[in-house]
């Protein structure tokens, strides 16, 4: 038998324990980061995501003291990257950039994953989102505006191609293809930044990617913007139409990014990261920037940032499943 004294003896040191053990850890998520952090992206350079990404580290070295280093891991719509950011101790020395297209889109682009997004990942927080552009070679493209694709389509089933390189892409010229009923090839590419060459030479007649992607060729005058996927109009091509209003069937759709942590990092270090890119975020230089890609700033809590995920599957499932695209 156990004597009342003994159970105090034993209680009185638990609590003891636990009082020397929480100022240790405030210490630890004080001190981080001890070091290096490494920053996956699991997409190419030269994209939107690589730029604000890049971006985005270099003000968080500033702010914390350390470098946080880029590291392109890409393959397979930016899961393979994902994947391996999963898997990483979870320590907080290694971040991954997610977005629609490897987290709530992937669910249902591919039959298996090496991961499950819904249980294997902590919301650090929401970056910013963008929605999509249908752009054309402007020299030697034989439309000029929405309208006039559809009219070439519809004359010629078969023999008009669109690049796309991630979900959102996908599903937009899918929904077109549906909506408008026309015969249009879809032709995916691994890397977003070959398909804007491709497109630019003239090999690919029509491009979905996402606006910033494309808005120095745009401006330059070497493509032409024919539609946004947005619901609104961009501040930055106010003449260019939406889908919706060129095409009233088409699918509106934004694509959005963030980062996570592997499930089992401390939350006092989450909270900081978390604290530290909602600065960052609301920032005028930060803010500004991602603006100039045609993006605009989601800040939300981690709390809000996982039921906005969560709320996001089933309409990627939807979507997905209405353009015809089945898991490979």
Known sequence: MISSMQRRGWLRASLSALALGLPALGC?????????????????????????????????SL?????????????????????????????????????????????????????????????????????????????????????????????????LSYAYSHATGAVAGASVKQAAAIDIVAVPYKSGPQA?????????PLLFTDLGAVLPQIRAGKLKALAVTSAQRSALLPDVP???????????????????????????????????????????????FLRGLGGEPMPMSADEFARFIKDQEPLWAKALAAAGIAPE
Do not use: C
């Not at 391996?84 to 907080?92: I, K």
């Not at 088409?250 to 996570?260: H, L, N, P």
């Open 196 to 204: 804007v060459v491709e497109t630019l030479s003239g090999e690919m």
């Open 63 to 159: 702010a914390l003291g350390k470098p946080f280093v880029v590291d392109n891991v890409v393959g397979a719509a930016g899961t393979i990257g994902l994947a391996q950011g999963l898997r990483a101790a979870p320590d907080g020395y290694t971040i991954t950039q997610i977005s629609n297209t490897n987290t709530v889109a992937a669910l249902h682009m591919f039959k298996r994953l090496p991961f499950d997004p819904r249980k294997d990942m902590v919301p650090v927080a929401s970056l910013f989102q963008i929605p999509s552009a249908v752009v054309t070679n402007s020299r030697g493209s034989a439309f000029g505006s929405f309208a006039e694709m559809l009219a070439y389509a519809r004359a010629n089933p078969g023999k």
């Open 242 to 288: 939406t889908l919706r209003e060129v095409l009233p069937g088409a699918t509106e759709f934004t694509g959005w990014s963030g980062f996570v942590v592997p499930v089992g990092t401390p939350k006092a270090v989450v909270d900081k990261l978390h604290e530290t890119l909602q600065q960052i975020l609301a920032s005028e230089d930060t803010a500004s």
């Open 28 to 60: 630890w998520a004080q001190a981080y980061p001890a070091r290096p952090v490494r920053l996956i992206l699991p997409f190419p350079a030269g994209g939107t995501a690589d730029a604000v990404t890049r971006h985005l580290a270099h003000k968080m």
